[in-house]
């Protein structure tokens, strides 16, 4: 499977604890993006890289929410002290820049928090 | 900020009809719009990207336009199958990305 993939796909926590997503994109993709999706709503945006540098953060990503891409390959996305309005499906998407940008997407990782 | 809405919110067609399923945006400083399918629970499918500078794009029985101008994209379905019933989301894409709410699309056989 050449496509994103994400792991893992269900967390279920209590509120509190930390969590950490991971996202592997298509392997010639330079760019990569996080989004947060929540019931009957679009992806809202979270962040993007283009290789290893986060090039633009939303308001929306608070103090708990980190993301790395340490080699521009895969990402991690870390919550901190987990909120119950943390409870959503998050998903990660990746591009070619140089190419048309069209983004394509992993099946995402269903976070929910008790 | 970018606002995008997608109107209706839900449609429900009979098999065989084509339809049209409608997009607007406030900015029209995008670098391009495009179309998603989402099936519950799912990620989401790539459907179609239209190029700030292109006016259409079209795929199989999808057609998708683009009037920056007007701020607002259409995707045509033509033949609707019970297949295409899913979540329909359009996103305009520039420094930033934005995604509409959807349109749940329910073709009945």
């Known amino acids: 499977d050449t496509g994103v993939s994400q792991d893992p796909r269900h967390k279920i926590t209590k509120r509190g604890q930390n969590v950490t997503f991971r996202c592997d994109p298509i392997?010639?993709?330079?760019?990569l993006y996080w989004y947060r999706q929540t019931l009957g709503q679009g992806p809202e945006f979270l962040t993007y890289f283009q290789n290893e540098a986060q090039l633009e953060k939303s308001r929306l990503l608070s103090d708990r929410f980190s993301a790395e891409r340490p080699k521009g390959s895969f990402s991690t996305l870390e919550i901190q002290r987990t909120e119950q309005g943390d409870s959503a499906m998050y998903l990660c998407?990746?591009?070619?820049?140089?190419?048309?940008?069209?983004?394509?997407f992993g099946p995402g990782t269903r976070l929910t928090v008790l | 900020k970018q606002e995008v809405t997608q109107i209706p919110a839900a449609l429900s067609v009979p098999e065989g009809e084509n339809l049209v399923l409608n997009c607007s945006f406030t900015?029209?400083?995008?670098?391009?719009l495009q179309w998603f399918r989402q099936d519950p629970g799912k990620g989401l499918t790539s459907l179609l990207l239209?190029?700030?500078?292109?006016r259409e794009q079209t795929s199989g029985r999808l057609n998708a336009s683009l009037d920056k101008s007007s701020g607002r994209s259409t995707l045509y379905i033509a033949a609707s199958q019970p297949g295409d019933s899913a979540t329909y989301l359009c996103a305009a894409f520039g420094n930033q990305f934005y995604f509409g709410t959807g349109t749940s699309l329910t073709v009945i056989p």
């Open positions: 239209i190029q700030s500078s292109q």
């Open positions: 392997s010639e993709h330079n760019r």
């Open positions: 998407a990746s591009s070619f820049r140089g190419g048309y940008n069209e983004q394509f």
């Open positions: 900015d029209s400083a995008i670098y391009n």
